[in-house]
């Protein structure tokens, strides 16, 4: 069911942000590192330099104007309040598309792409490029309502997604995303309502095969060795939240300064960004970001996705026959080969590769990522 559909914007109390600078000035800090770089996690310096920065530099009401320059909205889907931008273009028959982030991200990472797929025309595009952009924020993340019972996993919000089109007026429509959002996305083409004619991927979802399990080439070799330095460095983190959302949130919650470490460690080590995550994104984006979270409560809600989902991110599933694009950016956690995910997708009509990138695409490179979109669902147009 859904109800009437609300104008929002985002507007932070005077309070909420007296209380943030109150906590970040607050900040009890663990000892230094005993490392001299990010293996240990975020270094104490740097993290302490972003927490002034925050506390007396950081511009919230401008950050807040720039994302209220977009048209946004909440409509109640399946007994959920949904935040979305929708950005319509100016192109009557612009394709209706739905990008769908993930964890630690929110819709602050589509913010620069938005233009150039409304409007390609002024952004080295052709009109027949254009895109009606529907960005929503995924349940128990900014500020759609968080779950209050069990069951809001991918599946349930692939179908949300679908009714949150339909209602919007879109009954045919292509989506996108990355992270969760390329589970969300995997799961609207899996279930196949009708409505959705094609989907892109920027992290594409595919088990090994039997071949490559039993004789593996160096493609499949690559994809085994990225999965184990997963498995070995990289998803503490994924494990918590899948375990024991809730008892993370509590520090979450609490401490901004501990929100923004839990994040920005991820756009470190995500990120194609030599060594340094402001070498690929502002802090103020970086902040941007993480105020998703901080001003909406969000750490335990957003982890506790992985607590409905984790189990079947993976899972092999039965095939999916809409048309899919992928695009391959080089430090995306995952990499599997073509041969894996074609078992799968059975129909994939754009893959490239790209030069630069890494896990937050649209965020990081948002040139190349309308490129990709542009080049991939023009196949799906017609």
Known sequence: ??????????????????????????????????????????????????????????????????????PQFRLRVGGLGIHFIHARSSHADALPLIMTHGWPGSVVEFLKVIEPLTEPQKHGGRARDAFHVVCPALPGYGFSDKPTQTGCGVEKIAELWDEL???LGYPQYVAQGGDWGAAVTTQIASQNRGHC?????????????????????????????????YGDSESGYAIQQLTRPQTVGYGLADSPAG???????????????????????????????????????????????????????NREGGPITLPMGCSNYPK????????????????????NR???????????????FVQELRACFALMRS
């Open 259 to 313: 929100q923004a470490a839990w994040i920005l460690e991820k756009f470190w080590s995500w990120t194609d960004c030599d060594g340094h995550p402001e070498n690929v994104l502002s802090r103020d984006e970086l902040l941007d970001n993480v105020m998703m979270y901080w001003l909406c409560d969000s750490g335990a809600s957003s982890a506790r996705l992985y607590w409905e989902s984790f189990r079947t991110f």
């Open 332 to 351: 995306e956690l995952a990499q599997p080969p073509r041969s894996w995910v074609e078992r799968r997708y059975q129909r994939i009509v754009y893959w």
């Open 1 to 70: 069911m859904t109800t009437a559909l609300e104008t929002f914007r985002i507007r932070a109390t005077d309070d909420q942000l007296a209380d943030l600078r109150m906590r970040l000035r607050a900040t009890r800090w663990p000892n230094k590192e005993t490392v001299g770089d990010w293996t240990q996690g975020v270094p104490l310096a740097y993290l302490q330099d972003v927490v002034t920065y925050w506390a007396n530099t950081y511009d919230w009401r401008a950050r807040e104007a720039r994302m209220n320059a977009f």
């Open 354 to 368: 790209l030069a630069k990138g890494g896990h937050f695409a649209a965020f990081e490179q948002p040139a190349t």
């Open 165 to 167: 089109m339909c209602a």
């Open 197 to 229: 004619r094609g989907i892109h991927l920027n992290l594409a979802l595919a088990p090994p095969t039997p071949e490559a399990l039993a004789n593996p080439t160096e493609a499949d070799q690559a994809a085994f060795a990225a999965a184990k330095r």
